[in-house]
Nanobody
Framework: QVQLVESGGGLVLAAGSRRLSCAASGSIFSINAMGWYRQAPGKQRELVATITSGGSTNYADSVKERFTISRDNAKNTVYLQMNSLNPEDTAVYYC?????????????????WGQGAQVTVSS
């Protein structure tokens, strides 16, 4: 079994900062791309940022220059540093990871999702 556990959500004032963390644990062989998505009330889930195992990053236009994604491969953890937050960033933030994991007889690969972390930006 593999789990993704997020932390760092909460209430923050506009123009403030927040850092989200997501740690993967379990029968992990390797972690490929990791990323963050968000879903605001009444809207579809959208990509925020992704990072490959080699460290290449990709950002949604709406968060470029404000958010930074990073990962610590030794800790199987991905981070999202969010700066200059505004009320439009209010959403549930979900961690995603493409993980190759051990089964009883071999390895398999699939996407995993975290439970979600609420980030509320107050003006």
């Amino acid at each position: 079994q593999v789990q993704l556990v997020e932390s760092g959500g909460g209430l923050v004032l506009a123009a403030g900062s927040r850092r989200l963390s997501c740690a993967a644990s379990g029968s992990i062989f390797s972690i490929n791309a990791m990323g963050w998505y968000r879903q605001a009330p009444g809207k579809q889930r959208e990509l925020v940022a992704t990072i490959t195992s080699g460290g290449s990053t990709n950002y949604a236009d709406s968060v470029k220059e404000r958010f930074t994604i990073s990962r610590d491969n030794a800790k199987n953890t991905v981070y999202l540093q969010m700066n200059s937050l505004n009320p439009e960033d209010t959403a549930v933030y979900y961690c995603n990871a493409d993980i190759t994991y051990y089964t009883n007889i071999h390895v398999a690969r699939r996407d995993y999702w975290g439970q979600g972390a609420q980030v509320t930006v107050s003006s």
